[in-house]
């Protein structure tokens, strides 16, 4: 006998047993079968330690295991690393809106969302709110975003503006803190504040988003152990260029695949 995960759940079956006899024993009627994070297209043997998750297209699975099939195609061992995981995310606009969505649905852990803003007319050509939340606190509005893609994670909201003195108090569990900050001086702010108050954490900035120039400009650049820059590091928004969409977009996935 051998040990596999099916749907989450371990299960000892026969050596030599396919995933194909798994699936007409365990769910026949599923559609889609994954193993170790991949659609498996053609009968497979298993293995000791295989994932295997079985899905029927248009069933609501009960919430014991609609996890299992959130992150059926993740790598293995991705998803409990990352659901241990704490990320602060500093500012909630183009970048911070979209660096959250990501995160939670790579099903990160724990959500530190900081913002004292609301939602306005002119956030909606790149941040991920909608018309019917306008006038709404970002810390609210992300937040049920968040809850809709992904219930599993937990959201801890900050309704303040970041200064010196809080920040150490706010982040001082997180394990990555993403600067997500449209002024200079704020950027430099987070910088200075992690180094000198949370040394274990890492910070991942951007710098360099303005206009719909090259996409392939966008880059990662890592400053010393625990400091990583996204961006051009030359276009910054400012009078006759604004931010978009689809460059912040990239910037911010960007920052979400480093953490």
């Known amino acids: 006998m051998i040990k596999i995960l099916v749907n989450e759940h371990s299960k000892s079956i026969p050596a030599n047993m396919t995933v194909r006899k798994l699936r007409d024993q365990e769910k026949p009627d599923a559609d889609v079968i994954v193993v170790n994070g991949?659609?498996?297209?053609?009968?497979?043997?298993?293995?000791?330690?295989?994932?295997?998750?079985?899905?029927?297209?248009?069933?609501?699975p009960q919430m014991a295991?609609?996890?299992?099939?959130?992150?059926?195609?993740?790598?293995?061992g991705v998803h409990e690393r990352v659901k241990r995981a704490t990320v602060g995310i500093a500012g909630l606009g183009g970048l911070g809106s979209a660096v959250s969505i990501a995160l939670a649905r790579m099903g990160i852990g724990t959500l530190i969302l900081v913002d004292f803003d609301v939602?306005?007319?002119?956030?909606?050509?790149?941040?991920?709110?909608?018309?019917?939340?306008?006038?709404?606190?970002?810390?609210?509005a992300l937040s049920i975003i968040l809850a809709s893609i992904n219930p599993f994670i937990k959201i801890v909201i900050h309704k303040i503006e970041l200064n010196r003195k809080n920040i150490p108090k706010v982040f001082h569990t997180a394990n990555v803190i993403v600067?997500?900050?449209?002024?200079?001086?704020?950027?430099?702010?987070?910088?200075?504040?992690a180094a000198e108050s949370l040394p274990k954490a890492y910070v991942v900035g951007a710098s360099g988003l303005a206009g719909y120039g090259d996409s392939n400009s966008i880059k990662t650049w890592r400053l010393g152990n625990r400091?990583?820059?996204?961006?051009?590091?030359?276009?910054?928004?400012?009078?006759?260029?604004?931010?978009?969409?689809?460059?912040?977009?990239?910037?911010?996935?960007?920052?979400?695949?480093?953490?």
């Open 38 to 60: 991949y659609p498996c297209i053609e009968d497979y043997i298993l293995k000791e330690g295989d994932q295997v998750v079985l899905i029927r297209k248009g069933e609501i």
């Open 65 to 76: 295991e609609l996890e299992a099939l959130m992150v059926a195609r993740h790598s293995p």
């Open 119 to 140: 939602v306005e007319p002119s956030n909606l050509n790149r941040q991920q709110y909608s018309i019917d939340q306008i006038g709404m606190p970002k810390t609210q």
């Open 179 to 193: 600067e997500c900050f449209d002024r200079a001086e704020e950027k430099v702010m987070i910088l200075e504040s």
């Open 227 to 259: 400091v990583f820059i996204v961006g051009d590091m030359i276009k910054a928004a400012g009078p006759g260029l604004g931010l978009m969409a689809p460059r912040v977009g990239i910037a911010a996935h960007h920052q979400a695949n480093l953490v």
